[in-house]
């Protein structure tokens, strides 16, 4: 184990936080908890003219609303002006500055490193090479500095043991690794993660169905299911596991020896059905909290559970709880449904009717003993299940799929359900 290790996550808010840079916070966090150690969140914020405070905003909720926590920071570097001036002093004096005026006159000041190729040591790729790097802006016209200056002069300053970061800024790194050895300080060690591909292979972007992490969260996708997905954006556990509840578990099992530099397949369909799954482990009252905000009714009073449980199977996103409660509950018009019944189905509706007397159908399990019971009688009587169950289906919610049974009794309870049904069966006794 490394004696002492510090990543740092530096985003620049410019725009929201998307999947890659969502992923980059998330191996930075990961790999610092393996080795007991400290993650930096720096907001590189350099960029005057793009970087807004919303966007920064909307990045910090992200991270929280993910579960990334950082022992430092957030670190702003257009509050840290003073370090730059001073480092880039220190170059000066060592003769490895000049200033060079722009077309309006202003005067940007160049490293010119005293080397000019070389390589550094990629901790998922082996050495990189380089060769041939041209004089370049450390501090901007307008007395900012460029951004691989200020990534270094902050890396030196906050100690950063490791710099791991997607394959796109692999470019920057020869400038940086000159930038080091020129203010004596020793390279951080590289992990330059594979790029995310969509499915066609080429680089990820909103063609291929990828959002920003808060278009996620406002669609209704879990973060434990959007941690756990990007996990195995270039990362893979020894026995092959894929689920993991949430992110403590995920830290327990990590391990960077797992790390790989290839790139990685973005598939929004197996997130999506992974956020389904996650949803499917949560206990009923913590689903039912994360449901909530979504709906635009209230559950059925008293009858909240099992109203959950009834649209769990069905939910993928959250944002799906809206359409199954009002297909699970929801006012019916067996008008739009009762020329799809032959006439028979009114005997059927009738039976039922009178057989939910005396039933509270309190709970789930009551409920799918009245349907046991039914079932029986149908038995009896030569009725086919389907005969039974599908215009029953359709009386109690004007659907022709959903869930068990039972649940839409105990859902709707004995009242509202024999409602349904006589009404039901009037309109087919009419047609």
Known sequence: MVAEVR?????????MLHLGGARTALFNYLFARYHEWEVV???????????TPEFERSQMEDLRWLGLDFD?????QSERQKLYEAAADRLDLAGLTYKDADEAGRSALYLSP???SGSVWDELRGEVSFSRV??????KSD?????NFAAVVDDVDMGITHVIRGEEHLSNTARQALLYRALGANEPAFLHLGLILGPDGKKLSKRHGAASVTEYRREGYLPEAVINYLALLGWNHPEGKEEFEDLDELTREWDPSRLGASPATFDPDRLLAMNAHHIRRLPVEDLRRRIEPFLDEPLPTGREPVVI???REDLRILSDAPRLLRELV????????????????AEVLGHVAEALEGWELDGLEEARDFVAELRAWAKEHGVKMRDLLHPLRLALTGQNRGPEMAFLFAALGPEEARGRIERAREAILKA
């Open 330 to 345: 929801g006012p019916v018009d067996p008008e739009a449904f009762v020329e799809e019944l032959p006439g028979s189905s």
């Open 134 to 139: 041209e004089d370049f802006v450390i501090l």
């Open 114 to 116: 005293p080397e000019r």
């Open 72 to 76: 430092e920071g957030p670190y702003r």
């Open 309 to 311: 449980e009834a649209m």
């Open 7 to 15: 990543t740092r996550f530096a985003p620049s808010p410019t725009g």
């Open 143 to 147: 007395g900012t500095p460029s951004y």
């Open 41 to 51: 969140l720096r907001v590189e914020d350099t960029d005057r003219a793009r970087s």
